[in-house]
C-alpha cells in the first residue's frame, strides 16, 4: 500500500525540516524493514544534485547516502572529475532500503514505480529548496524519478537536457553498475565515461 508522500512534508520547507520530517513518512512499506531514513548529505545550496536510487546495506545502517562500495567509487569519479563532495547534494529517489533477508545479508531490491510515486514529493521539495542548476540521474531508475518519464541510460547518457522547468539533468550510470566490471574488461572505460559526464555536468 503506497500514498502520497506529500502530507508529511512540511511548510516552509529547508533540507534539514525536510529530513526530519520524513523520519515519520509512511508514504509506502519500505520503512517496516528498514534501519533508518537515509535522506540526503551535503550543502543546502549547490550547483550540482546527484539523485541515485535508493540506499543500498550501508548507507542504511549509516543512515547516510553513498557511504558504501558504490559511494566509494562515486568519490573517485568526483575528484577525477575535479568536483568536491562536499560541494554536491546527494540524494536519492527512494528514501528506504528496499531488500530481501537471506539469512544474514540483505539482498537489494530494486524499487518499484510505486516507490517512485510515493517518494517523488521528498525529492521534488529537496530540489526546491537545494536549488541546482544541474540534476545528475545516477542509473536508470533515478532518471525515471526526476524526469518523470522511461530513459536508457546507452542512448541519453552524457548530455544536459532541458526537460525540467528550472533547472537542466543529465543521465548517467550508477556507480553500482561499476561495481559488477571490477576485475573484468570494461572497467577503465565505463570509469572513464562516469568521470566524463560528471565534467559536463560540473560545466552545464
Known amino acids: 500500500m503506497t500514498t502520497d508522500a506529500g502530507k508529511w512534508v512540511p511548510d516552509r520547507p529547508t533540507v534539514r525540516r525536510l529530513a526530519a520530517a520524513a523520519a ?16 540526503s548529505a551535503g550543502p543546502a545550496k549547490a550547483r550540482l544534485a546527484l539523485v541515485g536510487e535508493q540506499p543500498g546495506d550501508q ?21 577525477e572529475a575535479g568536483i568536491g563532495r562536499n560541494e554536491v547534494y546527494l540524494t536519492n529517489a527512494v528514501k528506504h532500503f528496499r531488500h530481501e ?6 539482498i537489494h531490491q530494486k524499487p518499484e514505480l510505486r516507490h517512485l510515486v510515493a517518494c517523488h514529493p521528498w525529492l521534488e521539495a529537496e530540489l526546491d529548496v ?10 536508470a531508475t533515478a532518471g525515471r524519478a526526476v524526469l ?10 552524457g548530455h544536459l537536457l532541458d526537460e525540467l522547468p528550472d ?31 560528471l565534467r559536463v555536468a560540473a560545466n552545464g
Open 24 to 39: 515519520d513518512c509512511r508514504g509506502c512499506e519500505l520503512w517496516q524493514d528498514a534501519t533508518q531514513i537515509v535522506f
Open 59 to 79: 548507507e542504511d545502517r549509516q543512515g547516510e547516502p553513498f557511504v558504501g562500495p558504490a559511494g566509494r567509487v562515486l568519490d573517485d569519479a568526483l575528484e
Open 101 to 106: 533477508q537471506k539469512g544474514k545479508r540483505r
Open 130 to 139: 537545494v536549488d541546482p542548476d544541474v540534476v545528475v540521474c545516477l542509473g
Open 148 to 157: 518523470g518519464r522511461p530513459v536508457k541510460i546507452g542512448a541519453e547518457r
Open 167 to 197: 533547472r537542466r539533468a543529465l543521465i548517467t550510470t550508477h556507480p553500482s553498475a561499476l561495481l559488477r566490471l571490477r576485475g573484468h574488461g570494461g572497467w577503465d572505460e565505463a570509469f572513464d565515461a562516469l568521470v566524463a559526464d
